[in-house]
Every structure is written in C-alpha cells, then in structure tokens.
C-alpha cells in the first residue's frame, strides 16, 4: 500500500475533527464534573499531537520518484555515506540498468549522508552474482551512478554502464540458458 500526501491530507482531516470532538467533550466533562475529565483532556492532546503529525506528513515530507523503466533491484551493502552496491536481474538490458540505476540514486539519497574523503559524491554500483562452477559466486558490475550528496535535485549525475560486463553476462547467459524473467538474486553470504 503506497501512501500519498493526499491520503495524510484526508486522515490529518478527519483527526482533526476527532480532536474537536474530543475537545468539546473534555469541555463538557469539565462543566458536568464527570469523573474521566482528566482522562479526556488526555485524549484530546494526543489527538492533537496526532493531528499535528498528520498534517507534516500531508504537506509531502516524503517524495518517492518512479523512473520509468526502471526494474527492482535490493541493496546488498551501503555504508551509510558515500558508497552503495545494488544487485539487479541477470536478465537486465542496458536501458533498463541505466532507468535503475537512476531509481536507486533517488532512492538512496538522504541529507543524513556525509561525505568521506572530501568525496562529495554518492557511488552506487549494481551488480549480478554468477556462479561458474557449485559453491562459487562471482561478482559482476555492470554500472555505476554517481550523484551529488550536497543537492537533491541535481540532475547531473554520471551515469556510467560497463560493456565488458554486458558481454560477460551475455556469454554466461548462453551458457547457462537464464530465463527472460530470471528471480532477483539476493547474495547473503
């Protein structure tokens, strides 16, 4: 289920509705010195602090971009900074890695990320596992994308895909005789 500011919108409203309902019932409560008066001025703070809540996350604190043509990729290993791998579909082709891995800058960046080395740059590379031979895995990079961690809507990032790789991954591919809808491989090891 993928949330929308527009649905914190309708929610932050109808919360919103509840604390004034809440409000005015604490009231009476009050007026008729009911014995859960304290109990609903309790309820009608949280209620206003839920609302509050609501309300931020309706006004779009959180974007999530969809690059068309883009495939689902998992992220095997991100120190929290300045470098990123994702591994991909063996099956993938070059326009679908590039849609990806301009989905993954998107997704993986974050004002929390700082930079090492003076490296001002976000690297995220994406790989498939090939495995030669039982009990063997081999990690091949198809690409990589660096992105600017100082500015979010930059839209300068380099973009660079190996065709070394591509070749590597084809010759495996007929070796191996990989389906067109090959499963996301997920290395844990």
């Not at 999530?64 to 120190?79: E, K, M, Q, S």
């Not at 891995?101 to 498939?128: C, E, F, K, M, W």
């Not at 930059?154 to 084809?170: G, N, V, W, Y």
Request: glycine share 8%; charged share 15%; with cysteine.
């Amino acid at each position: 289920m993928n949330l929308t500011s527009l649905d914190f919108s309708t929610y932050a409203q109808w919360s919103g509705i509840l604390t004034i309902v809440c409000f005015l019932l604490a009231i009476l409560a009050f007026i008729l010195q009911w014995g859960i008066r304290f109990r609903l001025v309790g309820v009608t703070g949280f209620m206003g602090v839920l609302t509050a809540g609501l309300f931020a996350l309706g006004l779009g604190l959180f974007t999530h971009t969809v690059i068309p043509g883009a495939v689902r990729f998992a992220l095997v290993y991100d120190n929290g900074a300045t470098q990123a791998v994702i591994t991909v579909p063996k099956s993938i082709t070059e326009t679908e890695l590039d849609a990806t891995l301009r989905q993954a800058a998107s997704d993986l960046y974050s004002y929390g990320r700082n930079s090492i080395g003076g490296d001002n740059n976000l690297t995220i590379r994406a790989r498939v596992l090939l495995h030669p031979e039982s009990g063997v895995s081999l990690p091949v990079y198809l690409g990589q994308v660096k992105r600017s961690l100082s500015n979010r809507d930059s839209e300068q990032m380099q973009i660079e895909l190996f065709p070394e790789s591509f070749a590597k991954l084809e010759n495996y591919a007929k070796d191996e005789k990989i389906p067109k809808n090959s499963q996301l491989e997920i290395f844990t090891g």
